[in-house]
């Protein structure tokens, strides 16, 4: 008889060749041929030198204080989204591009609702500080829409992102405010700008701006033609959509 530790090894070195012999066989491992060669980035024009004068300030890290708004709590839902709109306007404050017009309309939303530019408020935790942000959104002529977003603190509201646009959509997406806007110069495109929270700016920044095809009309999914020479059939009606709240 072998000894235990001579029959362990022996057992050892067969299921090894198993292994081995396995790996050959179907559902074995198998190679995807040579890897592609990692290409870095690679500076161009290196002897420019750096800018020294910044660029055009575009305001996207203003913020401005409303006056005259106290929150209680710093609870935003306690505040009157119009009456926020109505102090800015007041103080001169609006700016974005808000013209006269408009002006006067927000001013006199309480005596004629219907006219009234503000739109219906949202609430979301952009700052990941715990709480709700106010986000408004204003009409303005021409297809216009200014999308402001409000921030609770020291008792008060801070404005901490506007910007108008020919908007298509605005949406949430986690802590992002992503505004969809029309594009004029490159029809079949769009622009789709995504506003994150900047602790360091304490404000709303456009993180990411990109240039994206629209998918035209002739890419729609088409249905299949009635039946014909037959009887008429009636197929059964789909369920009418329930109307969700937006976004």
């Known amino acids: 008889m072998r000894p235990p530790t001579a029959r362990l090894a022996a057992a050892l070195a067969l299921g090894a060749f198993a292994l081995l012999a396995g790996c050959g066989g179907q559902g074995g491992l198998k190679s995807d041929g040579p890897a592609e060669t990692a290409v870095g980035p690679v500076r ?42 109505r102090a800015e306007v007041a103080a001169d404050a609006g700016g974005d591009g808000m013209d ?10 309480d005596t004629a609702p219907a006219r009234c530019p503000v739109l219906s408020p949202y609430y979301r935790d952009l700052t990941g500080n715990g709480r709700d942000e106010l986000i408004v959104g ?5 297809q216009q829409v200014a999308v402001r977003v409000y921030l609770a603190e020291r008792g008060g ?11 298509i959509s605005v949406e949430l997406a986690g802590r992002d405010l992503i505004v969809r806007a029309a594009s004029a110069g490159i029809p079949g495109y769009e622009y789709r700008t995504a506003w994150s929270w900047d602790r360091l700016q304490h404000s709303m920044l456009p993180a990411r701006d990109e240039i994206v095809p629209v998918r035209p009309p002739s890419d729609a999914p088409r249905t299949a033609p009635p039946p014909t020479g037959g009887p008429a059939t009636e197929s059964p009606r789909a369920p009418s959509p329930r109307a969700e709240p937006a976004p």
Not at 102 to 108: D, S
Not at 138 to 142: A, N, Q
């Open 157 to 167: 509201l801070t404005r901490v992102m506007s910007t108008v646009d020919q908007v």
């Open 138 to 142: 204003i009409r303005l002529p021409e």
């Open 44 to 85: 161009l024009w290196p002897e420019l030198p750096p800018a020294s004068d910044p660029p055009a300030d575009y305001g996207e890290t203003d913020t401005e204080r409303v006056p005259g708004i106290t929150v209680r709590g710093a609870d935003v839902r306690t505040v009157d989204p119009v009456a926020v709109v």
């Open 100 to 109: 006269e017009r408009t002006a006067r309309a927000v001013l006199a939303c």
